[in-house]
């Protein structure tokens, strides 16, 4: 089975939300704005699209050091597993895409910055496909509580048309 991996340029709308979920496994994420412009030959001027909202989900170290890095109006580069995720609220099935990052940096053609390389600790392995259902179940506890707020507060949910 193939992945999609994409690359997304653009600013991050919201603070980082860092949490532990699981058994102690680092998770990040924030929403992250990316609108398209183009050059409209009436007006002789570049023109913004329609900015497009994405959820990005960061791991482990990269959860940790985005943490660091990045905040709210910083422009960045993405490259992540494009994901989908389902559920079920009230009765009503929902949608949403969520770029699973594999790499974030700051846009560099939008400024300038100062990289700090840390030195290598070494971690027990992580079963990731069991970190990963341990935070969608907490996740999704939460969420059937009504508990469950964070970043994706900042946009409404995708509804899966009937």
């Known amino acids: ?46 023109v913004d699209g329609t900015t497009s909202w994405i959820s990005v989900q960061c791991w482990r170290a990269l959860a940790v050091h985005v ?23 009230d009765g009503v099935r929902n949608s949403r895409f969520v770029l699973e990052a594999v790499s974030v940096g700051h846009d560099l053609n939008r400024g300038v910055c100062t990289f700090h390389k840390l030195a290598r600790t070494v971690e027990a392995p992580v079963d990731e496909s069991l970190a990963a259902t341990e935070a969608l179940q907490e996740i999704e506890a939460a969420d059937s509580l009504g508990g469950y707020v964070d970043s994706e507060s900042a946009a409404a949910p995708l509804r899966e048309a009937s």
């Open 67 to 89: 943490r660091d890095s990045v905040r709210r109006g910083d422009p960045v580069i993405v490259v992540g597993k494009l994901k989908t995720e389902e559920w079920t609220k």
């Open 1 to 46: 089975m193939s992945e999609t991996v994409i690359s997304i340029i653009g600013h991050v709308g919201t603070d980082v939300d860092y949490r532990k979920v699981g058994s102690g496994t680092d998770l990040g994420t924030f929403r992250l704005a990316t609108t398209p412009r183009r050059w409209d030959r009436s007006q002789r001027q570049y």
